[in-house]
């Protein structure tokens, strides 16, 4: 079974000192996700994504879940494939999902997700797909303030223990209104760590999560709003900047967007009426 880091020979350069010397890299690996449904011939493969091995079967409930294929209720059983047409060192990069009825007739699944750990999966091309799919984000009771805001980086980022030896991860974290970590996964790919961490509650059963916050350590994305929204989370942070579209999902939808939460700043840019500033 592959693990999370790999370990590598390179050579440092330090002022005019050179050494050889074993250094820690995050793992990128390929995982396929398959369906397999009631019937006994019917499966398919959904997706192949690279992602840091680790957390797969959330990864792999998350995905389905945030792209309306499965959700918690349709899962019967998760497991790494032991198909005769797998080889055994790829066993564990494919995880097969068995579903309590028959694999759904979706549009999205026409075709495989191909996707890579950097950009998003592109099953939900447009805010057309998503009005069909999603309704806008109750107002709900949450309710956040500066000071819990300009805890969530330093928190989540304590909890990125693979980060710590690599330097080579995204994150995504989930917190309580006030700014007590719930959950945190890491992976090479900003929407896999935000899958893991929906996965993990989807099997939980904590979905949707309509009082919390989801706090990634990138950029805010369409793609991970899209995954916010199909969760239900009501309010998304990010250390970075976001996207043109993310903002405008986040306006249409009723969700709180903040970006470039750094230190004791940051720019809201949709949802204000969450921030009890």
Known sequence: ?????TRARITEITGNVVRERRDHLATEEPLEIRLTGAGAR?????????????HDF???????HGEGIAGPGHIRAIGYCTDEDVAPEARY????VALDGPIPDLPTLDRHFLTSSACGVCGSASLDVLRDRCAPVPAGALRLSPKTLYGLPSRLRAAQGVFGKTGGLHAAGLFTGDGDLLAAREDVGRHNAVDKLVGW???NQLLPLRDHVLMVSGRASYEIMQKALAAGVPAVCAVSA???LAVELAREFGMTLVGFLREERCNVYAGMERITA
């Open 42 to 54: 019917d499966r398919r493969t959904v997706a192949i994504t690279m992602r840091t091995p680790g």
């Open 58 to 64: 959330e990864l792999a409930a998350g995905f389905l």
């Open 93 to 96: 990069n494919t995880v097969t």
């Open 201 to 203: 509650a989807s099997l």
């Open 242 to 244: 976001p996207s043109s």
């Open 1 to 5: 079974m592959t693990t999370p880091t």
